[in-house]
Each structure stands twice: as structure tokens, then as C-alpha cells.
């Protein structure tokens, strides 16, 4: 099974990128999906986050709005609760993915914001970076009910830059040039990996060998 890491800023357009690999056959996992049910009521993530940050949970669930509020801007905050959160979500993903490789399935796409930021780039067969113009971001970010210019920033003071995040892609889908576009992108990329003959750069001897015992 082939394992693409899909990544991109914020407003650059992965929720429709995700779902145009999907509409291709690609099984779709979603980190965001990940924490929500692990703040939802019987969550694995409420006590700790409650016991974290007094006063975050009602109902049984974490209530963002006050998680936000809790966390501010304090850099030591977004990691306490990152030590939370991160190993829950991956240890969700690897049942996940095991489950679709036990199934047969091809190509799996993992849409993770924070996939530099937490090395799960080492961990994928290819990076896909979703990108567009920074003023096409900004219009869609702001636009967003409850969205300021500053906490846009500060969001994006959290992320590795676009730039970046471009330059160690494997591949690059720009979702500024419309729709079809990016459908042709990313059915390019689709053709790419799944072709025999296409060998991951991101993956040692041994893992290849796993990978290709598992690709049929």
C-alpha cells in the first residue's frame, strides 16, 4: 500500500484536494477527523486535556473555543498539549492504516497539517504540498466566520511556511488555478505512485520491499 502525506497551510485547499484523491479510490485520513473524536464525549483525549487545562471540558467533551482561550499564544501550552494529543492520534492512524492494507487497499492519503512540523514526513512514501497565491489563501482564511487578521498570523506563526513546505514536496498541487486543474494534478500524481516502475525516495531498502509485498 502506498502512503501519501498531504499537507498544506492553512486555507490552501486540502479538504477539496483529499476529496479528489478519494474520488480516485484512495482511502482518506484525516488528523483533523482524528482529534475530534478524541475530544468528543469518551474521547481518549478529554481527561488528560481537562487535568491539562482546568475548566476546557463541558459535557463530557473539550470545548475549542475554551481550549483556544486556554492556550493563547503560549508557545509551552501548544506543546503540553501537543504531548497529549500527538501519540493518540497516531496511534489511531496506525490501526487505521493497518485496517486498509488488511483490506486490499492501494493508496492511502494522510491529510495532516502539522506533517513537517511533527516528522511524519519521514514516514510517508510521497509528500503532497496543497498550495496557492498567498492573497488566494488569505481571502479564503478571512473569510472563515470568527476569523481575525491576527489570529490568521498566528496560525500561520505555527506552521512551517509555504515556501518550504514546497520545497521538500514530492509534489506540489496548486489549487489557485481552479478546479480542474488541481483534478488533473492530482489524477497525475495517483498515476505516478501506483505505476510499478515509481520508487519512493523517502523509504530505505527494507521498507520498499514491505511496501511492494503489500502493494497487490
Given at each position: ?17 483529499t ?12 488528523a483533523?477527523?482524528?482529534v475530534?473524536r ?6 481518549a ?8 487545562f ?11 473555543a ?5 492556550l ?13 494529543v500527538?501519540?493518540l492520534?497516531?496511534e ?15 493508496l492511502a ?7 513537517f ?13 496543497v498550495?496557492a497565491d ?5 481571502e479564503?482564511?478571512?473569510a ?6 491576527e ?12 515556501a518550504e ?5 514530492d509534489?506540489?498541487i ?5 478546479l ?9 500524481v495517483v498515476e ?5 516502475a515509481w ?18
Amino acid at each position: 500500500m502506498i502512503l501519501i502525506g498531504l499537507t498544506g497551510s492553512i486555507g490552501m485547499g486540502k479538504s477539496t484536494t483529499t476529496a479528489m484523491f478519494a474520488d480516485l479510490g484512495a482511502v482518506v485520513w484525516n488528523a483533523d477527523d482524528a482529534v475530534h473524536r478524541l475530544y468528543a464525549p469518551g474521547g481518549a483525549a478529554v481527561a488528560p486535556v481537562q487535568a491539562a487545562f482546568p475548566g476546557v471540558v463541558v459535557d463530557g467533551a473539550v470545548d475549542r473555543a475554551r481550549l483556544a482561550e486556554a492556550l493563547g499564544r503560549d508557545d509551552a501550552a501548544f506543546r503540553r498539549l501537543e504531548a497529549i494529543v500527538h501519540p493518540l492520534v497516531a496511534e489511531g492512524r496506525l490501526a487505521d492504516l493497518e485496517a486498509a492494507r488488511a483490506a486490499g487497499v492501494r493508496l492511502a492519503v494522510l491529510d495532516i497539517p502539522l506533517l513537517f512540523e511533527t516528522g511524519g514526513d519521514a514516514k510517508v512514501d510521497a509528500v503532497v504540498v496543497v498550495t496557492a497565491d498567498p492573497a488566494v489563501q488569505a481571502e479564503r482564511v478571512l473569510a472563515r466566520p470568527g476569523m481575525t487578521r491576527e489570529r490568521f498570523d498566528a496560525i500561520l506563526a505555527r506552521q512551517t511556511p509555504d515556501a518550504e513546505k514546497r520545497a521538500r514536496a514530492d509534489f506540489v498541487i496548486d489549487t489557485g488555478r481552479g478546479l480542474k486543474a488541481a483534478q488533473a494534478q492530482v489524477a497525475a500524481v495517483v498515476e505516478t505512485v501506483l505505476d510499478p516502475a515509481w520508487i519512493s525516495r523517502r523509504r530505505d531498502a527494507a521498507t520498499l520491499s514491505d511496501r511492494d509485498e503489500h502493494r497487490h
